[in-house]
């Protein structure tokens, strides 16, 4: 069995996730392909090593020595994959594709890491989500990091990390804010075609609130374009201007006290942010280092 890493690493993923379907999402396979693995794992062994509950998944005594054995060889395998790059030694340059947000805000924290990793130049595109998987699928780019769920055949994709949407202005606002509070502001939006303005209209209407009864001021498709507009406003002006974007991309501001920021009373805007990478690329050791070092980041 230790030959097939690959079911090990599935054992592991189940058990920092402690949920089947939870793993299944982030390894980009089929619960089923999940429990199927597990199963393997146990007739190998003949013995349990995990127990599902209602509160997540337990492990057996049996599942605790094979977790600190899978954990000692994740850890050996990633040290070899570096000193097989090293022998590798192949010059060329590694090109990121990535959406706005990630690509503005979230992924220049990690690009000497990678830079590090690969021993090689890394190169970054940022582009509209749909975009970056054409070029993906058109091999201009090595791995994709998107916020938006455009899914195609022949590409693999990882859940990698949980984004917020939040109201945000250049004025204090409530904390917590109720469908009357959203009539109360102005309002720059997302263009009607973006993924956020999507999530963000699908939750409204779980609060019975309607966009088009909002007092908009303008329609940006840029994120950047947005805050810059919200930075820019009136700071006293009687009727607070906002927008909603991710909390990546406000983060700076938000801690340095420029802008503040509101959640929707009772309702989060959602979204999960995915890396994308060929099927033809499964194997490929500069990918998998790339792909290994963003999933195991456990907070960005």
Known sequence: MLKDFAKLQTFLMVIKEKSFSKASAKLGISQPAVTQQIKFIEDY???????????????????????????????????SEKELLKIINKEFTFVMGSSFAIGNYVLPNYLGEIKKRIDNEVFMNVD????????????????????????????????????????FSNQPIKKYLNANDLHEFDWICRNEDSHTRRLTSEVFEEMGVQCNNFNVLGVLASPTAIKETILNADANAERPLVSIMSRHVIKHEIDSGRLFEGRLKNHKILRNFYIAYSKERKHDAF???????????NKV
Do not use: C, H, M
């Open 45 to 79: 062994l003949d013995t349990k090593i995990v127990d599902r509950k209602k509160n997540g998944i337990i492990l057996t005594k049996e599942g605790e020595d094979l977790y600190r054995i899978a954990t000692k060889l994740e850890k050996a395998i990633q040290n």
């Open 128 to 167: 509209l989500s749909s975009n970056i998987i054409d070029q993906l699928e058109d091999k201009k780019i090595d791995v994709a990091l998107i916020e938006s769920p455009v899914f195609r055949d022949g590409i693999i994709y990882r859940e990698w990390v949980e984004d917020e949407l939040v109201v």
């Open 287 to 297: 990918v998998d280092n790339v792909v290994n070092y963003l999933l195991s980041l």
